[in-house]
């Protein structure tokens, strides 16, 4: 347990030195935190405290509480807690929830947004698992006390040797038994785990989700996938590296109990508009299944890598983005021969629960310039999204110096 006061100045720097963030007219980014670690998702409390977790320990500690106490929009108070690195981070009902790698855990709140008991939270899952790919564990909860875990595929396509060319599909994919999907669990029983007969399991066939928000206005969850990689290098025959660089599409479903989006046995091809059998299950390009899985409600370019999912309730942007999706695409490492894409936050107008019009790019030049948008170049990578009670939003960045920054909108 750790209690900063007047914390260094060098964590108060400007985030965006060498980086200027693009934005629409009207829009502001300010730093909130910078130079400080791998930030991967955050939570804001109804009186503005900002919760934050790390993706590796700082000080030995994972989770840190920020807050502002003179106004000037930087946290002079910052108290760090929990011993354990993760992803995933919530706020319900007076409590705040967090993920490691195999566990979600919660935490509970004063009414000032303190931490009760920060040495002992509360194990809410246990035993996920975690084999060293897609493994981090995205949260969110919905409102009738229910939490939802992303368990990632540990395996690009579900190969007998992963990533192995001439190597075929597992059927069925025995992974989709503990993983590749998204598991129910309530929010307030301790020691929950798969248990038998997939009773917690809510959804599968998704490679991986890392951005998932709860849609109050469809009363239903929402998730990002990670497509698949490695079509042309895989199955030459019937792809090249162009159009491996931009296939498959990177997917938004609507989630309800019991779907299934298909991963490994097909993907989403955004260019022919309609799902192709996988190349590891007898796939050709063209070929569509035999049995159809549930569509996606958007199509993003391959390889973005959304991390960050926020549907906007607020009042302080414009009417177009109430109800709208932010996405935090976290960037590419696998477009060649075309340039590497993402290190940027979208936005997709919703009306009535569904996407209408084009997405456009909202915040722009994370990376600090068109030659560092690349993962070992990029200055910063969004990751993390949420929303404050102010209507402002609060994005994260997960590289080894990142940091927070809080977007507002002035007329």
């Known amino acids: ?45 109804p009186n503005g405290v900002v919760f934050i977790h790390l993706g590796r320990l700082k000080d030995g500690k994972g989770i840190y509480r920020l807050q502002d106490t003179n106004g000037d929009g930087k946290p002079d108070k910052i108290f760090a807690f929990g011993d354990f690195p993760g992803t995933g981070m919530a706020i319900r009902d007076g409590y705040l929830y967090a993920s490691s790698d195999e566990e979600v855990f919660r935490y509970k709140l004063d ?9 002992h939270p509360e194990r809410i899952v246990t035993g996920l698992l975690a084999r060293g ?20 595929a540990y395996s690009n396509a579900c190969q007998i040797d992963d990533r192995q060319k001439g190597s075929p599909g597992r059927m069925p994919c025995p992974i989709l038994d503990s993983a590749g999907g998204i598991w129910q669990f309530r929010a307030d029983v301790p020691n929950q785990t798969y248990g038998n007969d997939h009773d917690h399991r809510y959804a599968t066939g998704l490679r991986n989700v890392v951005g998932l928000d709860w849609n109050r206005q469809t009363n239903s969850l929402f998730v990002m996938q990670h497509g698949r990689d490695q079509l042309s290098y895989l199955y030459p025959q019937y792809w090249n590296d162009k ?51 549930q569509d996606p409600i958007l199509a ?35 477009r060649a021969p075309e ?11 919703f009306e009535n629960g569904k996407p209408t019009g084009k997405w456009e790019i909202f915040a722009d030049n994370f990376a600090g310039g ?25 994005v994260t960045d997960d590289n080894r110096n990142g940091g927070v920054w809080k977007i507002s909108y002035h007329k």
């Open 1 to 45: 347990m750790k209690l900063i006061i007047g914390f260094l100045g060098l964590c108060l720097t400007s985030l965006v030195s060498n980086a200027q963030l693009k934005l629409p007219a009207g829009f502001k980014a300010v730093t909130v935190l910078s130079d400080f670690g791998s930030v991967r998702h955050i939570a804001v409390a």
């Open 111 to 119: 009414a000032d947004a303190n931490v009760v008991n920060p040495g």
């Open 133 to 152: 790919e897609h493994q981090p564990k995205a949260i969110t909860l919905d409102y009738s006390g229910n939490l939802y875990v992303n368990i990632g």
């Open 243 to 293: 159009q491996s660089a931009e296939l498959p599409a990177e997917c938004m479903y609507e989630l309800h109990k019991g779907s299934d989006c298909g991963y490994p046995y097909i993907f989403y091809d955004q260019f022919q508009h309609k799902q192709v059998l996988g190349p590891e299950y007898g796939g050709d390009g063209k070929k569509e299944p035999s049995e159809h899985y």
């Open 300 to 334: 993003f370019p391959g390889h973005l890598a959304p991390d960050g999912l926020l549907f906007y309730t607020g009042d302080q942007f414009p009417a177009k983005y109430k109800n709208g999706a932010f996405i935090a695409f976290h960037g590419s490492w696998n």
């Open 339 to 349: 340039p590497q894409e993402g290190f940027y936050v979208v936005f997709a107008p």
């Open 370 to 394: 068109p030659d560092k948008m690349s993962p070992s170049k990029a200055e910063h990578r969004p990751c993390g999204l949420a929303q404050g009670p102010d209507g402002s939003i609060y």
